[in-house]
């Protein structure tokens, strides 16, 4: 790790929006290559989609009894993944954490781009995704209305609050920054700033509103996140199906989503700190307090995980029973305890230990407890859907095929393109917000 | 019509700034006519500059207005093409009260932005004849407006509270 100034809020104002906005000029070829190659992924994504949309769903893995498979998986991670953002900001902003500083802007652009992509997969899970607007309630000839009652619906306006308040919620903090780009020398660039700053002059009365609209929208999207991915717990739990109908759901769902985001966030901060030169800004104070949020999530993952499993197995009903034993002794129990390891023994471990504590072990738990979240996702769809209580419908088998795995790639490789070009445009550390306020002065 | 006259004054320290307003108000000049520039929020003690401001207010009805416009619209959709579901009422708030949440949220967003937009003058300029300043790296500006052509009165209070510049401008 290199050495890095303690407290790099004291720098000059004038170095810090220097070294924050050099970012954003000049085009270099690593930067062509970093973006080309997730593009291409992105493609071909799209391109198997497109088979899917052709052919039908026969062309995935999905068939009877297991009707929900990779994508209701992808679901589930990135809506949990976009917890890393607007969540964490928020409850560090509340709490006037003065290191979140240089972590916010980061983290609430993780959340809109993994709410955009989680956001395509009850879609792409549709097979006939043009028919999509039927969720949408629209006056119609046979004046039909969406059953407002389904999870399916839950979603949607869970989802599309999500979004919305993401959105401004990323965007409200970025529009003195663009006045300040406003003056930039490339002349599309000065327009599309000027545009998106509104005229912000920097007089007292806006300061005032914004600092208010961003405390009012801190609570509410606090709110709203908890809420979207209770949502999605219930999509499970309000069927009558074992192992999933559980009252815990939701809190664990909301742990585990904080979870995994809080471990994107991670490195998503480490590669900004590296590729964009910013080790002066993301300093070794703030992963040392990733890593021991890290830490305290995944204590509370495996309590909410223990809680989960010991109920079920001390109640020992026949079907819950069923999937309990493949979850844990049979068929899916590599990827059971494989989970166990990567989400708890290794953080323990790497987190835990002081010595051991650095950014690159942070970032390996990360990507660990990244492989971990989306096992737990699979261990939980997956084996209740093969285990169901109609014993018949147990000879099949769920796998993923390439067209399931070059979409869930697509995702991954859209959430990295989303990023560098994200990263490109706007400072991806709110300047005006790292200086110390006048009242943290005083405090 | 008494003529309008802007003067631009220039500070490096924040409680310079607020000893400015302070003496200025002491003299009669009414807070409305009186803005700070700065590249970053600058805060005073309360009662120097308050802006007082009704959006809490604005979030909740808005928050009231959408979610219940919401629930009003599942209730009569529900009813209006009531579907079978099995002896189960065909409107109830545990079945839509995560859509009555949402919206309600919703509605706060939306309500808070809109009224962000409109406090900070953003899509409603106040006064477009006043002059903006640019304010220079780590220094805050105070513009004062003032009717008449005699700006002595203020640009002496300015400067005894520590302004490093003062200028006089019209109204453009």
Redesign the interface.
């Given at each position: 790790m290199t050495g890095t100034t303690k407290q790099p809020e004291l720098l000059?104002?004038?170095k810090i929006?220097e070294d924050l906005f050099r970012p954003l000029s000049g085009m270099t070829r690593k930067y062509f290559a970093a973006i080309l190659i997730p593009l291409l992924i992105i493609l071909f994504g799209a391109y198997a989609w497109t088979v899917q949309l052709r052919l039908g769903m026969g062309v995935t893995g999905l068939q009877r009894p297991v009707f929900w498979g990779f994508y209701i998986v992808d679901f589930v991670f990135w809506i949990g993944i976009s917890h890393a953002g607007t969540l964490i900001s928020a409850i560090l902003r509340l709490t006037d954490a003065g290191w979140r500083k240089p972590i916010t802007r980061a983290a609430e652009a993780i959340t809109l781009f993994a709410l955009m992509i989680g956001g395509m997969f009850p879609i792409i899970h549709l097979g006939r995704a043009w028919y999509f607007y039927w969720l949408i309630?629209y006056p119609n000839m046979?004046?039909?209305?969406?059953?407002?009652?389904s999870p399916l619906?839950?979603d949607l306006?869970?989802i599309?609050?999500y979004v919305?308040?993401s959105a401004?919620y990323l965007y409200?903090p970025l529009?003195?920054d663009m006045a300040?780009l406003a003056a930039h020398s490339v002349p599309w660039r000065r327009k599309l700033y000027r545009a998106l700053s509104?005229?912000?002059?920097?007089?007292?009365?806006?300061?005032?509103?914004?600092?208010?609209?961003m405390k009012?929208?801190a609570g509410?999207?606090l709110?709203?996140a908890i809420?979207v991915h209770t949502?999605v717990a219930?999509d499970f739990a309000m069927a009558i199906a074992p192992m999933w109908h559980s009252t815990i759901f939701g809190p664990y769902f909301v742990v585990g989503a904080i979870f995994s985001g809080l471990a994107g966030l991670m490195i998503v901060m480490a590669a900004i700190r590296k590729f964009m030169g910013l080790e002066e800004y993301l300093t070794r104070h703030h992963f040392d307090n990733l890593a021991k949020l890290l830490l305290l999530m995944s204590i509370l993952w495996l309590y909410f995980t223990l809680a989960e499993h010991l109920t079920v197995w001390y109640g020992n009903d026949p079907s819950e029973m069923a999937v309990f034993g493949v979850r844990t002794r049979t068929r899916f129990a590599f990827l059971f305890w494989g989970m166990v390891v990567v989400n708890f023994v290794i953080p323990f471990v790497l987190l835990g230990i002081r010595k051991l504590r650095s950014i690159t072990t942070g970032v390996i738990a990360s990507f660990g407890i990244l492989l971990g979240m989306f096992l737990e996702r699979y261990i939980i769809v997956v084996p209740t859907l093969s285990m169901t209580r109609l014993p018949a419908a147990t000879s099949n088998t769920y796998t993923p095929t390439w067209v399931e795995l070059a979409i869930t790639a697509a995702t991954f490789a859209a959430m990295i393109f989303l990023y560098l070009l994200f990263s490109k445009l706007f400072p991806i550390i709110a300047v005006?917000e790292f200086?110390p306020?006048?009242?943290e002065d005083e405090a | 019509m008494a003529s309008v006259t802007y003067l631009l004054s220039e500070f490096h320290d924040k409680h310079a700034v607020a000893s400015a307003i302070e003496s200025l108000r002491t003299a009669g000049v009414s807070t409305a006519d009186l803005d700070v520039f700065s590249e970053e929020p600058v805060e005073f003690p309360r009662g120097v500059l308050d802006r007082p401001s009704h959006m809490s207010l604005a979030s909740v009805l808005g928050a009231i207005i959408v979610g219940g416009g919401a629930t009003a619209f599942v209730w009569w959709s529900q009813n209006n093409y009531a579907v079978i579901t099995g002896g189960m009422p065909v409107f109830s708030f545990w079945g839509t009260g995560v859509i009555t949440y949402e919206m309600t949220m919703l509605g706060a967003v939306f309500a808070t932005f809109g009224y962000f937009l409109w406090e900070s003058g953003l899509i409603r300029k106040r006064d477009k004849t006043a002059p903006v300043p640019i304010v220079p790296p780590e220094c805050i500006c105070l513009r004062v407006r003032t009717a008449g052509e005699d700006v002595s009165r203020p640009t002496a209070l300015l400067r005894a509270a520590g302004a490093t510049s003062v200028e006089k401008k019209a109204a453009l």
């Amino acid at each position: 790790m290199t050495g890095t100034t303690k407290q790099p809020e004291l720098l000059p104002y004038r170095k810090i929006r220097e070294d924050l906005f050099r970012p954003l000029s000049g085009m270099t070829r690593k930067y062509f290559a970093a973006i080309l190659i997730p593009l291409l992924i992105i493609l071909f994504g799209a391109y198997a989609w497109t088979v899917q949309l052709r052919l039908g769903m026969g062309v995935t893995g999905l068939q009877r009894p297991v009707f929900w498979g990779f994508y209701i998986v992808d679901f589930v991670f990135w809506i949990g993944i976009s917890h890393a953002g607007t969540l964490i900001s928020a409850i560090l902003r509340l709490t006037d954490a003065g290191w979140r500083k240089p972590i916010t802007r980061a983290a609430e652009a993780i959340t809109l781009f993994a709410l955009m992509i989680g956001g395509m997969f009850p879609i792409i899970h549709l097979g006939r995704a043009w028919y999509f607007y039927w969720l949408i309630p629209y006056p119609n000839m046979r004046m039909l209305w969406p059953n407002f009652r389904s999870p399916l619906l839950w979603d949607l306006t869970a989802i599309i609050t999500y979004v919305t308040g993401s959105a401004i919620y990323l965007y409200l903090p970025l529009i003195p920054d663009m006045a300040q780009l406003a003056a930039h020398s490339v002349p599309w660039r000065r327009k599309l700033y000027r545009a998106l700053s509104l005229g912000w002059t920097g007089s007292d009365t806006e300061w005032h509103s914004l600092e208010r609209a961003m405390k009012l929208m801190a609570g509410i999207i606090l709110a709203v996140a908890i809420s979207v991915h209770t949502v999605v717990a219930w999509d499970f739990a309000m069927a009558i199906a074992p192992m999933w109908h559980s009252t815990i759901f939701g809190p664990y769902f909301v742990v585990g989503a904080i979870f995994s985001g809080l471990a994107g966030l991670m490195i998503v901060m480490a590669a900004i700190r590296k590729f964009m030169g910013l080790e002066e800004y993301l300093t070794r104070h703030h992963f040392d307090n990733l890593a021991k949020l890290l830490l305290l999530m995944s204590i509370l993952w495996l309590y909410f995980t223990l809680a989960e499993h010991l109920t079920v197995w001390y109640g020992n009903d026949p079907s819950e029973m069923a999937v309990f034993g493949v979850r844990t002794r049979t068929r899916f129990a590599f990827l059971f305890w494989g989970m166990v390891v990567v989400n708890f023994v290794i953080p323990f471990v790497l987190l835990g230990i002081r010595k051991l504590r650095s950014i690159t072990t942070g970032v390996i738990a990360s990507f660990g407890i990244l492989l971990g979240m989306f096992l737990e996702r699979y261990i939980i769809v997956v084996p209740t859907l093969s285990m169901t209580r109609l014993p018949a419908a147990t000879s099949n088998t769920y796998t993923p095929t390439w067209v399931e795995l070059a979409i869930t790639a697509a995702t991954f490789a859209a959430m990295i393109f989303l990023y560098l070009l994200f990263s490109k445009l706007f400072p991806i550390i709110a300047v005006w917000e790292f200086k110390p306020h006048p009242h943290e002065d005083e405090a | 019509m008494a003529s309008v006259t802007y003067l631009l004054s220039e500070f490096h320290d924040k409680h310079a700034v607020a000893s400015a307003i302070e003496s200025l108000r002491t003299a009669g000049v009414s807070t409305a006519d009186l803005d700070v520039f700065s590249e970053e929020p600058v805060e005073f003690p309360r009662g120097v500059l308050d802006r007082p401001s009704h959006m809490s207010l604005a979030s909740v009805l808005g928050a009231i207005i959408v979610g219940g416009g919401a629930t009003a619209f599942v209730w009569w959709s529900q009813n209006n093409y009531a579907v079978i579901t099995g002896g189960m009422p065909v409107f109830s708030f545990w079945g839509t009260g995560v859509i009555t949440y949402e919206m309600t949220m919703l509605g706060a967003v939306f309500a808070t932005f809109g009224y962000f937009l409109w406090e900070s003058g953003l899509i409603r300029k106040r006064d477009k004849t006043a002059p903006v300043p640019i304010v220079p790296p780590e220094c805050i500006c105070l513009r004062v407006r003032t009717a008449g052509e005699d700006v002595s009165r203020p640009t002496a209070l300015l400067r005894a509270a520590g302004a490093t510049s003062v200028e006089k401008k019209a109204a453009l």
